[in-house]
């Protein structure tokens, strides 16, 4: 298995369960794999964001359409992937975006510093001002779920994660319809990284804006995942676990429902819980 899919193994030493030993014999494990993507705009390096190889050029449109550098698919000229230079291993992992009007873009709102890692996704950041950047609040017709649509949501999610069932270490996004279809999932050990995926995915194929769609998160909500999710047009975000103070605030000021706590029957509405039917 290489080091460039979504998975790799590791030796580890177990302990046995029954016995309560620890073997002597080293034996295999599979966990997440995780590397160094370079992003580039028009030559220019502008982050390393540490992630799962897979769906790069998903990735990175996501990552630009959320720093508010692209909007839509004819933004993007071209997408070119490479191997680093600095590193001995054939993988690619240098992604150069080509703007279709490069003097048009204010590359200066890029004010990431150069390493993003998995863990966060603004923790790259240079100001408190460019952490919140300008979407418009969402409007027009959006579709209303049922509750038990909902709490169908997390197995359809667990069971569509394959790299997770082998690695356990695999954050996911994934959009489903108001009827509880699943469209598509991405999963990565960067949970803004998954969705950037997942959003990357849609700008791509021109399914932008996503306002008929639920997005669901395999953990808890933060304020960057509902400012990504904004930047798509998306009206409805789920979450398995907890959602924090900010993205609950910012969720009621940008007219998107948030549920959280969506597990064991149960679930949350903290914003907008008219779009959650009572029947």
């Known amino acids: ?86 590193t001995e291993e054939e993988e690619n992992n240098v992604i150069d975006v080509a703007l279709s009007n490069p ?59 394959r790299t997770f069932e082998q690695t356990g270490g695999l954050h996911a996004s994934a959009l489903f319809t108001a009827d509880g279809s699943l469209e598509f999932l991405r999963e990565d050990v960067g949970r803004h990284n998954a969705l950037d995926k997942v959003l990357g995915h849609a700008l791509l194929n021109n399914l932008l804006p996503l306002s008929q769609y639920l997005l669901l998160v395999s953990g808890r909500i933060s304020f960057e995942l509902a400012q990504k999710a904004l930047a798509a047009g998306i009206p409805f975000i789920a979450g398995i676990s907890a959602p924090s103070s900010l993205a609950v605030d910012f969720c009621r000021d940008s007219n998107q429902t948030l549920v959280g706590f969506l597990r064991d029957h149960s679930l949350n509405v903290y914003t907008r819980p008219d779009r959650v039917t009572t029947a």
């Open 103 to 161: 003097d048009k873009t204010k590359l200066d709102q890029l004010t990431r510093h150069v390493f993003s890692s998995s863990s966060c996704g603004v923790c790259g950041k240079a100001t408190i001002e460019s952490v919140f950047q300008s979407f418009p609040p969402v409007t027009g017709d959006t579709p209303a779920i049922s509750p038990d649509t909902l709490l169908s949501l997390p197995e359809k999610l667990r069971a569509a994660q």
């Open 1 to 86: 298995m290489t080091e460039s899919s979504t998975e790799a193994e590791r030796q580890i030493v177990r302990r046995d369960p029954l016995s309560g030993t620890i073997t002597v014999e080293n034996s295999p494990d599979h966990v997440a794999a995780e590397s160094p993507l370079e992003i580039r705009v028009e030559n220019k390096s502008v982050a390393v964001v540490m992630r799962t190889p897979g769906h790069d050029e998903e990735l990175t449109a996501g990552f630009l359409l959320t720093e508010n550098i692209v909007h839509k698919k004819q933004d993007i000229f071209e997408l070119s992937q490479c191997p680093s230079l600095q």
